[in-house]
């Protein structure tokens, strides 16, 4: 779970271990101070114990619970936004010109990968015979699109449609 912390604390455990073999070699008073206390009183030794064990077993419950989630909600971002790091909203067509309009210049910074502008809407559509009362409409350059196509994401999945394909009428 944390790797980093292995050495530090296998030697945590060895400086307690030979702190406590030192006092057993060269402390017989405590030694025998400790064995008569055990003998005297098992029933207190045997709640120490599992004390300890249930303390220790909270703990790492806690630890493991938390790590769950925590890589969980990380998996149901990467999930619902793909590819997308940011995505950037706005109410109106208007106020969206003008958004795309001030994020423009990211698109020459080195540090950001990319920035696609996609305009959407609802609309009825007819086919003749057929009427749906409301569709999504999405407008996407596709070439622009494209040059975002990961393996893994939806446009790497499908060739990108002819304009030909695109065209009303």
């Avoid at 990968?113 to 057929?130: E, H, I, P």
């Amino acid at each position: 779970m944390y790797p980093e912390l292995t050495w530090p604390l296998v030697g945590a455990f060895a400086a307690v271990a030979g702190f406590v073999l030192f006092l057993l070699a060269f402390r017989p008073v405590l030694r025998r101070l400790a064995v008569r206390q055990v003998s005297r009183r098992p029933a207190e030794l045997v709640l120490v114990i599992v004390g300890s064990m249930l303390g220790t077993a909270l703990i790492v419950a806690s630890l493991t619970v938390g790590d769950s989630l925590n890589r969980s909600v990380r998996q149901s971002a990467y999930d619902t936004l793909g590819q997308i790091d940011e995505r950037v909203t706005a109410p109106t067509a208007a106020i969206g010109d003008q958004v795309a309009a001030r994020l423009g210049p990211l698109r020459a910074d080195r540090r950001v990968d990319g920035l696609l502008t996609v305009r959407s809407g609802y609309a009825a559509a007819s086919t003749g015979t057929r009427a749906e009362p409301r569709v999504q409409a999405l407008e996407i350059d596709f070439l622009q699109a494209d040059r975002h196509r990961a393996d893994r994401s939806a446009l790497g999945a499908h060739p990108l449609p002819s304009h030909r394909l695109l065209r009303a009428g």
